[in-house]
Nanobody, 116 residues
Framework: QVQLVESGGGLVQPGGSLKLTCAAS????????MSWVRQVPGKGLEWVSGLSSDGGTTSYADSVKGRFTVTRDNFKNMVYLQMNNLKFEDTAVYYCNVHARGSPFWGQGTQVTVPS
């Protein structure tokens, strides 16, 4: 079955950096676009970044543009989110996401906390 496992979150001071990793399995990874989304408790999901199947096309929410970089390794079935210059408002649970077999899938998420 489709499985996504996020890791790399943690507590980081404002201005710091983190690199999130998503390990994917159970589907033809190299043929699917991938996304990162995030959720603050009590709020809805916010799309953060997207990446085409070959990694050649990326897109970002305005709130993270210029600070976050999304990449993928189709040999390892991994997606990465490099987050620099982190801000308090980046605090959230981050999920990688794929629409496969007609349905959306998310992992368990990884918590990123940036204290104010």
């Amino acid at each position: 079955q489709v499985q996504l496992v996020e890791s790399g979150g943690g507590l980081v001071q404002p201005g710091g950096s983190l690199k999130l990793t998503c390990a994917a399995s159970g589907f033809a990874f190299s043929t699917y676009a991938m996304s990162w989304v995030r959720q603050v408790p009590g709020k809805g999901l916010e799309w953060v970044s997207g990446l085409s199947s070959d990694g050649g096309t990326t897109s970002y929410a305005d709130s993270v543009k210029g600070r976050f970089t999304v990449t993928r390794d189709n040999f390892k079935n991994m997606v990465y989110l490099q987050m620099n210059n982190l801000k308090f408002e980046d605090t959230a649970v981050y999920y990688c996401n794929v629409h496969a077999r007609g349905s959306p899938f998310w992992g368990q998420g990884t918590q990123v906390t940036v204290p104010s």
